[in-house]
C-alpha cells in the first residue's frame, strides 16, 4: 500500500522504525510515499522533515493520490481540521485512513463513519494507544455493548497515585513533566477533556449514541486525598445509552479500576452476554505508533 503520512513527530517516526523492523516480516507493504506537515509536503522520507513543495493535506493527496492515509499529527478539537476534511475526501475516494488523532472522530465521528466503505478506517491509536480498546470489538461479533467505563488518561492516573504515595499535587505533576507522562500545559488533561475526547469515540464505536466530545460531562482532578476510608480516588470515564461522564470518584477495592495505577489505562465492556476488561499502557510515542501499526496489518488482511 502506498500511503501519505500527516505529522512526522515521535509517533511517526516510530512507526515508520515499527514497518520497517517488523512490517516486512510479517508480510506487511506499507510504503510512506510522502509526508505533510504544517511546513509543507515532503516527497518520499528522510530522518528529518524537508519541504519539497508547498501545500497542505489536501494537496498533498492530490499530488501523491495515495492507498492510504496515515494521519499521526496533533489534534484540533475546535474544528478538526485540517484532518476532518482529509478524511472525507479520502475516504470518499476509496482511500483507506489509519489516525492516532482523536479530534477528527470525537467531533464528527458519525459524519465520518458513514463515508467508510471501500476506504476503511483504522482508529485503535486515538483510544489507550496499542491496548486493543478498538480492535478488540472487531472480535466480539454478535454482542450488544450496554457500557463502557474505565481509566483513559494515563496522566491523571500517574498524579493520583503519585498523590495516594504521599506527592503533593503539584510535585507529583512536576513529576509527570519528568517522566515525560504530561504536557507543559496539561490542561486538557487535568481537565477531563483527553478522556472525555476517548469517551466520545468509544461511545459511538461500541454503542452509535452519535455524541461529540463536547456534550459529555465532564470534571477533573486537583487538590484533594486521593484516598479515603479504603477507597481510592480515580477519574472514570463511563457511557451507556443514556449519557456519558468523566469525573473523578471514588472506587472501592471490589472494583476493576481499584487496581490500575501508574500510567496504565483500563477499560470495561459490559455487553448482554459478558463484560470484558483489557488493561495496559495508553500513551507514549512507541504505543501509539502500536495502535496505527495494528490498525495497517488488520487493513491488510482485509479485517477493517
Known amino acids: 500500500m502506498r500511503a501519505l503520512m500527516v505529522g512526522y513527530g515521535g509517533v511517526g517516526k516510530a512507526l515508520i522504525k515499527m514497518l520497517k523492523e517488523r512490517g516486512d516480516k510479517m508480510g506487511l507493504e506499507v510504503k510512506i510515499e510522502g509526508v505533510v506537515t504544517r511546513r509543507g509536503i515532503m516527497i518520499g ?180 486525598t486521593p484516598m479515603t476510608r479504603g477507597k481510592r480516588i480515580k477519574l472514570v470515564a463511563r457511557a451507556d445509552k443514556d449519557g456519558a461522564e468523566v469525573s473523578p470518584i471514588e472506587v472501592g477495592a471490589d472494583d476493576p479500576l481499584f487496581h490500575v495505577s501508574g500510567v496504565e489505562n483500563a477499560l470495561i465492556i459490559e455487553g448482554d452476554i459478558q463484560t470484558v476488561m483489557v488493561r495496559g499502557p495508553g500513551a507514549g510515542p512507541i504505543n501509539a505508533a502500536y495502535g496505527a501499526f495494528c490498525d495497517l496489518y488488520l487493513l491488510s488482511r482485509g479485517f477493517l
Open 45 to 224: 522520507i528522510s530522518p528529518e522533515f524537508r519541504r519539497d513543495r508547498e501545500g497542505g493535506p489536501i494537496e498533498a493527496l492530490d499530488v501523491l493520490n495515495p492507498d492510504l492515509v496515515i494521519d499521526v499529527s496533533s489534534a484540533n478539537y475546535s474544528t478538526g481540521e485540517p484532518s476532518l476534511s482529509l478524511y472525507k475526501k479520502s475516504l470518499s475516494s476509496g482511500i483507506h485512513v489509519v489516525t492516532t488523532n482523536k479530534a477528527p472522530l470525537a467531533l464528527a465521528y458519525p459524519e465520518i463513519s458513514r463515508l467508510v466503505g471501500k476506504g476503511r478506517l483504522g482508529f485503535q491509536g486515538t483510544v489507550m494507544s496499542g491496548t486493543p480498546s478498538i480492535n478488540l470489538y472487531r472480535i466480539m461479533p454478535g454482542i450488544r455493548v450496554l457500557r463502557v467505563r474505565g481509566i483513559l488518561n494515563g496522566t491523571t492516573n500517574f498524579i493520583l497515585t503519585k498523590m495516594e504515595e504521599g506527592m503533593s499535587f503539584q510535585e507529583a505533576l512536576s513529576e509527570a513533566r519528568r517522566m515525560g507522562y504530561a504536557e507543559e500545559d496539561p490542561t486538557l488533561d487535568l481537565n477531563g477533556f483527553d478522556a472525555a475526547a476517548k469517551l466520545a469515540i468509544l461511545s459511538n464505536f461500541y454503542m452509535n449514541t452519535g455524541i461529540t466530545v463536547h456534550q459529555i460531562r465532564r470534571g477533573g482532578i486537583g487538590e484533594w
